[in-house]
T-cell receptor
Framework: KAGVTQTPRYLIKTRGQQVTLSCSPI?????VSWYQQTPGQGLQFLFEYFSETQRNKGNFPGRFSGRQFSNSRSEMNVSTLELGDSALYLC?????????????FGPGTRLTVL | AQTVTQSQPEMSVQEAETVTLSCTYDTSESDYYLFWYKQPPSRQMILVIRQEAYKQQNATENRFSVNFQKAAKSFSLKISDSQLGDAAMYFCAYRSAGAGNMLTFGGGTRLMVKP
């Protein structure tokens, strides 16, 4: 079974631009979560989607948005990029809804904002 | 809001020895789940071990075991017979019951294994 895939793996953007990151969960998984990982702030939760509905949202500005499609693939978008948005963005998928369910992480997309 | 604290930014262990990584958390909830994740250099994060708060028995997965102290809000990870492949960042994480799959992570502990 293929794991969680994220595209692109690396991105370089300039301030003010917008970016879209994609995540394909493991086949059959209906939950997709997004996390931002930086050296200073560590791993922070962005949002979670389950069956196309946003279930939870972290404490990030409205520039960060996401969506999930009917095939469970998810995208996140960051508009008006800032230098501080440079990070590794991780996607995780899960078969079920919370509880003891294991989350499987993708390799991440490393975003650099110049 | 829940918080997770890992007080050891870095740890070092000799190959074949045992090491314990610390994790404390703060919550007012009684039902939750705790996890340890491993992130090797430039590789994907993987689940090491998990614990349900209402189970008193400590979880064990091969060389990995936890010491879960609910009253003290402590969740340490013990790695026995350390191997070179255990070198990685280790993250402790908390998940509320009934709140989807959202994880709250600690700051991480970098484990180095000396041959």
């Amino acid at each position: 079974k293929a794991g969680v895939t994220q595209t692109p793996r690396y991105l370089i953007k300039t301030r003010g631009q917008q970016v879209t990151l994609s995540c394909s969960p493991i086949s059959g998984h209906r939950s997709v979560s997004w996390y931002q990982q930086t050296p200073g702030q560590g791993l922070q939760f962005l949002f979670e989607y389950f069956s196309e509905t946003q279930r939870n949202k972290g404490n990030f500005p409205g520039r960060f948005s996401g969506r999930q499609f009917s095939n469970s693939r998810s995208e996140m978008n960051v508009s008006t990029l800032e230098l501080g948005d440079s990070a590794l963005y991780l996607c995780a998928s899960s078969l079920g809804d919370g509880g003891y369910n294991e989350q499987f992480f993708g390799p991440g997309t490393r975003l650099t904002v110049l | 809001a829940q918080t997770v604290t890992q007080s050891q930014p870095e740890m070092s262990v000799q190959e074949a020895e045992t090491v314990t990584l610390s994790c404390t958390y703060d919550t007012s909830e009684s039902d939750y789940y705790l996890f340890w994740y491993k992130q090797p250099p430039s590789r994907q994060m993987i689940l090491v071990i998990r614990q349900e708060a209402y189970k008193q028995q400590n979880a064990t997965e091969n060389r990995f075991s936890v010491n879960f102290q609910k009253a003290a809000k402590s969740f340490s990870l013990k790695i026995s017979d350390s191997q070179l492949g255990d070198a990685a960042m280790y993250f402790c994480a908390y998940r509320s019951a009934g709140a989807g799959n959202m994880l709250t992570f600690g700051g991480g502990t970098r484990l180095m294994v000396k041959p």
